[in-house]
């Protein structure tokens, strides 16, 4: 961290550092956090950007898609299933993956356009 990146002398808004304090006792930052934390794994955000492509897909699609074993691509799954990220069904002996909620494939939009405005912006 660089000097010019920090405050010089130690002051605080008393009224905004409450307010704000109050609010993360009443939000559920920490499964925020959790939900961001399993779709930051590579494997899984890959997994969650091909169902944001697609409704619907099987297990071994999936593991087609982003190159890993079936597996592999369960226990990411699981993972995602776990932070309600995913939902599945069965039909006979195949599992079926998608979205829980579109709400993800807008999370995950925003943040490949953040990525992709700062990737411009590093370029010029």
Same mark, same amino acid.
């Given at each position: 961290?660089?000097?010019?990146?920090?405050?010089?002398?130690? @002051?605080?808004?008393?009224?905004?550092?409450?307010?704000?304090?109050?609010? %993360?006792?009443?939000?559920?930052?920490?499964?925020?956090?959790?939900?961001?934390?399993?779709?930051?794994?590579?494997?899984?955000?890959?997994?969650?950007?091909?169902? @944001?492509?697609?409704?619907?897909?099987?297990? @071994?699609?999936?593991?087609?898609?982003?190159?890993?074993?079936?597996?592999?691509?369960?226990?990411? %799954?699981?993972?995602?299933?776990?932070?309600?990220?995913?939902?599945?069904?069965?039909?006979?002996? %195949?599992?079926?993956?998608?979205?829980?909620?579109?709400?993800?494939?807008?999370?995950?939009?925003?943040?490949?356009?953040?990525?992709?405005?700062?990737?411009?912006?590093?370029?010029?």
């Amino acid at each position: 961290m660089y000097k010019k990146d920090t405050c010089e002398i130690y @002051c605080y808004d008393e009224e905004k550092v409450n307010r704000i304090q109050k609010d %993360l006792q009443i939000v559920d930052i920490s499964s925020v956090s959790q939900m961001l934390k399993a779709i930051g794994d590579e494997n899984r955000a890959k997994i969650t950007y091909a169902l @944001c492509q697609d409704e619907e897909l099987c297990v @071994c699609d999936i593991a087609n898609i982003i190159g890993i074993t079936v597996a592999n691509a369960s226990q990411h %799954l699981r993972k995602l299933h776990t932070q309600k990220i995913v939902k599945h069904r069965r039909e006979g002996k %195949l599992a079926f993956y998608s979205l829980s909620d579109e709400r993800i494939k807008e999370i995950l939009s925003l943040a490949l356009a953040h990525r992709m405005k700062n990737t411009l912006e590093v370029e010029k």
